[in-house]
Every structure is written in C-alpha cells, then in structure tokens.
C-alpha cells in the first residue's frame, strides 16, 4: 500500500478560487466551505497572494499526541485517522497542529481531518497542490 500526503507545490499559482475547498466538501457530502480539511485565505489581497493550509501527514504528529482520547491515530507512513466515536471534542488537536490545518466541524463536534484521498489536488484548475506518494508499505 502506498503512502500519501499533500503537498502545496507552488503557492505563487493559487489565486484564492476556493475549488480545492468545494472539492473537499462535496467529497464529504456537504456543501459549503465549512467542513473543508484544505484551507485557502488571502494574506492582503491579490497583491501579496493567499495562502493554503494542508495537513502534511506529520511522522510525529503533535495532533495525536495531543488527544487525551486516542481519537486520532497515527497514520503508517505519517498522518491521522480519525475515530470519531472516541472524540470527546476537546480541541486540544487543533490547538496542537502547528500548521493550523485542523479546523473544527462545529454542528457534529469534530475535528475536519484530512483523509488524504487527493480530490483537493484534482480539482485545483492550477496546480497548486498535489498528493504525492511518499514510501510503500506492507
């Protein structure tokens, strides 16, 4: 099986449109931007550009580490898994993610964790992320 994250490979291209946002959701069945594990805001407008937060499967990820509940496990390879039903929603991973790629599912509760599945990636009309294998696993 082969491992996978998220990779923002040229920041100078994204010019805000949100698709990888709308993409993440729909993915998840929702529509809007509020359950959306990528993160696309400007940082002073079309000037200065926007920036994009995407959870990069951490090796030692202080999300996990952070969870009094275990509900979040380490990922072969790097990363997260959610177990939803063990999260007390605490917060304390959000709080815990240096990168700040952990937003929160206010109407269930939860913590928005990526899942990897690369659908971000796809539907960038610019080619600003891509989901990068990074090592096999047996």
């Not at 100078?12 to 359950?35: E, K, P």
Request: with cysteine.
């Amino acid at each position: 099986m082969s491992i996978r994250r998220l990779a923002v490979i040229d920041m100078d291209r994204c010019v805000g449109c949100q698709s990888c946002m709308f993409a993440c959701n729909r993915r998840h069945g929702t529509g809007g931007l509020a359950r959306s594990a990528i993160h696309v805001s400007s940082v002073g407008g079309i000037e200065r550009g926007f920036s994009v937060r995407v959870c990069r499967a951490c090796n030692d990820p202080p999300c996990a580490d952070a969870c009094p509940n275990k509900a979040l496990l380490k990922r072969e390879g790097g990363g997260v898994k959610l177990v939803s039903d063990l999260c007390k929603g605490c917060m304390s991973c959000m709080q815990a993610c240096l990168l700040g790629a952990i937003s929160w599912d206010k109407e269930r509760n939860l913590p928005v964790i990526c899942i990897y599945c690369g659908i971000c990636a796809k539907y960038c009309p610019y080619q600003v992320i891509e989901l990068q294998k990074t090592s096999e696993v047996s």
